[in-house]
Nanobody, 128 residues
Framework: QVQLVESGGGLVQAGGSLRLSCAAS????????MGWFRQAPGKEREFVAG??????????SYADSVKGRFTISRDNAKNTVYLQMNSLKPEDTAVYYC???????????????????WGHGTQVTVSS
């Protein structure tokens, strides 16, 4: 069982930056692939970014809408995954969720049902 707690959300002006953190419980964090998803009001939850486990290269993948602006990274010593968000836009406004998938693979999973554990989310609001 893995518990995930997100932090770092808030209100920021367009063009600004935020760094989200997701702290995971347990001693096997390094064996979990991690992902960030988001859900805007009235919309379905969507994939934002993901990172594989280290033995598969710590590969990353991004949604086209955030590519070049967001960076996902992980610190296995701190059981934490990060999402650095730069050049934020009003359309980035959403609740951001951290997710964990047990077991590794050689590519980043992008579907919600491919992840086993979820955090409760953190609100990100970007004003214009």
């Amino acid at each position: 069982q893995v518990q995930l707690v997100e932090s770092g959300g808030g209100l920021v002006q367009a063009g600004g930056s935020l760094r989200l953190s997701c702290a995971a419980s347990g001693r096997t964090f390094s064996s979990y692939a991690m992902g960030w998803f988001r859900q805007a009001p009235g919309k379905e939850r969507e994939f934002v970014a993901g990172i594989t486990v280290n033995w598969s290269g710590g590969l990353t993948s991004y949604a086209d809408s955030v590519k070049g602006r967001f960076t996902i990274s992980r610190d296995n010593a701190k059981n934490t995954v990060y999402l650095q968000m730069n050049s934020l836009k009003p359309e980035d406004t959403a609740v951001y969720y951290c997710a964990a998938r047990s077991g590794g693979s050689y590519y980043v999973r992008r579907l919600e049902d491919e992840y086993d554990y979820w955090g409760h989310g953190t609100q990100v609001t970007v004003s214009s």
